[in-house]
């Protein structure tokens, strides 16, 4: 088998001892005693040692640059609202992401239970939830579930809400009644919520005092005009949620 030599060793002169032998590089041990390395410095660099402990809570050492930044917070936010307010466009409209939706085609055994309005268009429903993402900054990421609208999946919203920390109520402007429920849901549950009216077309069926007044919401429930097919006018929309919910954490925190 033909020896393997490192460039670094050199060549041993004919009949004398291998440059890689344990002779060579330590040299021939003291009659009983130990085995003693030469003079100078090791052959190999010594291994790095472990870190130094840092206890619980120190504060770390600043990241090294081309270090990867901190994936950004998780912050889950409903859509919720009536039938056929808006609230699967409005996730469609902001999400980064192919919106998840699970929608089905209406049929005739919802005449009459399901009525998304004259000017509705509507061909379809959401039977479980909608799911879409878009990222604020480096620091935050919204994740928005929209809830079904019919009453008949009211009992989906309990496990949608679960750690949400704001909600966006859709509402169309001519048909209020159908935003009760939801107004209501938030209001029992104690979550921070934004009323969203839907202009569809562009238009109101009433001004937002004269909403504000029929819903019967109080002064601090921020109160926004915003169209749902709009990226830009979705995003003004939530940013109101996630100011609403930011106050609330700042007042819990003092308090």
Request: some cysteine; hydrophobic content about 40%.
């Amino acid at each position: 088998m033909d020896s393997v030599r490192s460039p670094e060793w050199p060549v041993a002169p004919s009949g004398g001892l291998s440059s890689n032998s344990a002779s060579a590089r330590y040299g021939s041990p003291a009659a009983g005693g130990p085995l003693m390395p030469p003079p100078g410095p090791p052959p190999y660099p010594p291994l790095p040692g472990p870190p130094p402990y840092r206890p619980p809570g120190a504060p770390q050492a600043a990241s090294a640059p081309g270090a990867r930044p901190a994936p950004p917070i998780p912050v889950k936010i409903l859509v919720a609202g009536g039938f056929g307010v808006g609230k699967t466009t409005t996730v469609g409209a902001i999400s980064e992401i192919a919106p998840l939706t699970t929608e089905a085609e209406m049929t005739s055994a919802g005449i009459g239970v399901d009525d998304p309005g004259t000017r509705s268009t509507k061909t379809t429903t959401t039977v479980a939830m909608d799911f879409g993402c878009v990222t604020i900054d480096r620091s935050l990421k919204l994740y928005l579930f929209g809830t079904p609208g019919q009453s008949r999946f009211g009992f989906m919203w309990d496990d949608l809400a679960r750690g949400a920390l704001g909600a966006l109520v859709v509402v169309d402007s001519s048909r209020l009644d159908d935003c009760y429920p939801a107004i209501d849901f938030f209001e029992r549950a104690g979550l921070p919520f934004v009323v969203g009216v839907n202009a569809f077309d562009g238009r109101l069926a009433h001004d937002l005092a004269a909403i504000r007044w029929a819903l019967a919401i109080g002064d601090q429930v921020p109160l926004v005009q915003f169209d749902a097919r709009d990226r830009l006018s979705v995003r003004d929309a939530l940013l109101v949620v996630l100011d609403r919910a930011l106050d609330r954490a700042t007042r819990e925190r003092r308090t």
